[in-house]
């Protein structure tokens, strides 16, 4: 389906694309391209960028090249990186655009929030998080976890546990059927490698804001929280350090690198001719973020551009309920597989 900002064009694309007469193409001066996101995990693989491509071609548009797909089920970027560079090959021989510049990241151009410190903030206002509804992602509730029980026997090599959260003072519900969202932790060693890679302590407290400049808001998305936090709770309630980083998280770090090889290789392993690079270096190992700034450890961004443009947020992880509400309104139930494993770096997952 298309996303909520791109209904509009699609019901306005497939409305053009009925009533398009063999005669009189509405496109038939128009070149295009399309690139579809998707995840083959999913019955409706890309259909809206198939939609888009099909629509353009019934009016009369003219392909500049095939339909281009994304699997985010493999590597979305990989597969985004192929094709651009097809596309970029097929503008440059249409004679539509001229060479551009590539231009490099600096610290100053690098989204970031405002990061005010913090030096006499009471104990009691310093890494608050208000319990929510519970109703939403937005509006999470603080639910207190009763039971964690193994459900295999002593002899198995596999672990899967059965968990119960108590939401009786939450104003959350649910059915047979419904998800629930679970926000995660980084652990504390993970916490302490992050904060000694940004060269901050651990306990030191600051508030997040959001920069003047409207564009540069709208870049860096909601604020983590408001604060004040100390770094530790920062990192470990906020901060993905455990997923691989993105082309454009490397993009951003470069800005930081003071050493020279250092910023080379980060903006060759972002760069199109560096998709096989960043393939072997990060895709194929599962290397984390974490694992990739101490590979440049001559990189250490500032605290508001880490959060704003270099760390992605931590997610929710959602869970199949296994609990009736009938016989359990005020619990819900999880069974989930407990997952240990050697990533290709060395790093227990």
Known sequence: EPTDSAVDLHDHLVEEADK?????????????????????????????????????????????????????DDDIDRDFDQWSTKFFEAVKGAG???????????????????????????????NVLASGSGKSVHDPFMAPVTVVRELHGAGSDRSCVHVELDISKSKASYEAGDHIG?????????????????????????????????????????LPV???????????????????????????LSAFATNANEHDRLV???????????????????RSLLEVMSDFSSAK?????????????LQPRYYSISSSAKMHPKSVHITCAVVKETMPTGRIH
């Open 226 to 252: 408001k604060g004040p936090v100390t770094l530790e709770f920062a990192l470990m309630h906020f901060a993905d350090l455990l997923s691989s980083p993105s082309k454009a998280a490397l993009k951003m």
């Open 20 to 72: 398009a007469d063999a005669a009189d193409l509405p496109l038939k001066d128009v070149t295009y391209a399309v690139f579809g996101l998707g995840n083959r995990q999913y019955e409706h693989f890309c259909s809206m960028g198939k939609k888009v491509y099909s629509c353009m071609e019934e009016m009369g548009g003219r392909a500049l090249l095939p339909l281009g797909i994304g699997d985010d």
């Open 268 to 286: 060759k392993l972002c760069s199109l001719d560096g998709a096989s690079a960043y393939d072997e270096y990060v895709h194929v190992p599962k």
């Open 96 to 126: 539509i655009l001229e060479a551009g510049k590539t231009v490099d990241m600096t610290e100053a151009t690098v989204p970031s929030f405002v990061v005010q410190k913090v030096m006499d903030a009471a104990r009691n206002k310093v």
């Open 182 to 222: 679970v926000f995660p932790e980084n652990n504390s060693d993970v916490v302490r490698q992050a904060a000694a890679l940004l060269g901050k302590p651990l306990d030191f407290c600051f508030t997040f804001g959001m920069p003047a400049d409207v564009d540069i808001a709208e870049d860096l998305g909601d």
């Open 301 to 313: 961004p500032s605290i508001g551009a880490f959060f704003g443009s270099i760390a992605p947020r």
